[in-house]
T-cell receptor, first 113, second 115 residues
Framework: TQLLEQSPQFLSIQEGENLTVYCNSS?????LQWYRQEPGEGPVLLVT?????EVKKLKRLTFQFGDARKDSSLHITAAQPGDTGLYLC?????????????FGKGTLLTVNP | DTGVSQDPRHKITKRGQNVTFRCDPI?????LYWYRQTLGQGPEFLTY????????KSRLLSDRFSAERPKGSFSTLEIQRTEQGDSAMYLC?????????????FGAGTRLSVL
């Protein structure tokens, strides 16, 4: 059983559309990170959320951490082809080792021009 | 800040050979991690160093795998007697504990193909 469930697994949209990616768990996380990964490269950190209910914005990307710190979402407004990539959420389980990140399987986003 | 550096970027080897990968973390980071990522999956934790001490090893890390961080700076990951199932992307990350939170930054990875 995956500790962090991401949905959808695949998403193909047209340029200009909006989308939301979800990251859900039954576990509480002390912090949660979102990364973007391109083929053949390592994950690049986008944001870290640590407080329940927290909302962070990064240009057209909006990240939200659930009130109970068990889930998170990533919303992209007016998607562009440059947003194409694998979006990964990763968290450190609260009360566990604060160094070990558990990753979801990722959402593979394709934005078509 | 030069980021986390991994070498080589790609390695092709024959089954049964030994391979070694190197990771140079961000210079002020005292924590270093190795992860493995296979196609269609997120990265999976392998092992973790704080300074030169290896503090945890995943059960994914069989006895053919060994990692070192001799001076608390760069790290090496060696795989002995490689198997086809070892084919994967090996990722290194580093971090500095700050404010109780541990934000990890990743290198570009080493892609291993075992023929």
């Amino acid at each position: 059983t995956q500790l962090l469930e991401q949905s959808p697994q695949f998403l193909s949209i047209q340029e200009g559309e909006n989308l939301t990616v979800y990251c859900n768990s039954s576990s509480v996380f002390s912090s949660l990170q979102w990364y973007r990964q391109e083929p053949g490269e390592g994950p690049v950190l986008l944001v870290t959320v640590v407080t329940g209910g927290e909302v962070k914005k990064l240009k057209r990307l909006t990240f939200q951490f659930g009130d109970a710190r068990k889930d998170s979402s990533l919303h992209i407004t007016a998607a562009q082809p440059g947003d194409t990539g694998l979006y990964l959420c990763a968290g450190a389980v609260s009360g566990g080792s604060n160094y070990k990140l558990t990753f979801g399987k990722g959402t593979l986003l394709t934005v078509n021009p | 800040d030069t980021g986390v550096s991994q070498d080589p970027r790609h390695k092709i080897t024959k089954r049964g050979q030994n391979v070694t990968f190197r990771c140079d973390p961000i210079s002020e980071h005292n924590r270093l991690y190795w992860y493995r990522q296979t196609l269609g999956q997120g990265p999976e934790f392998l092992t973790y160093f704080q300074n030169e001490a290896q503090l945890e090893k995943s059960r994914l890390l069989s006895d053919r795998f060994s990692a070192e961080r001799p001076k608390g700076s760069f790290s090496t990951l060696e795989i002995q007697r490689t198997e086809q199932g070892d084919s994967a992307m090996y990722l290194c990350a580093s971090s500095l504990l700050r404010g109780g939170h541990n934000i990890q930054y990743f290198g570009a990875g080493t892609r291993l193909s075992v023929l």
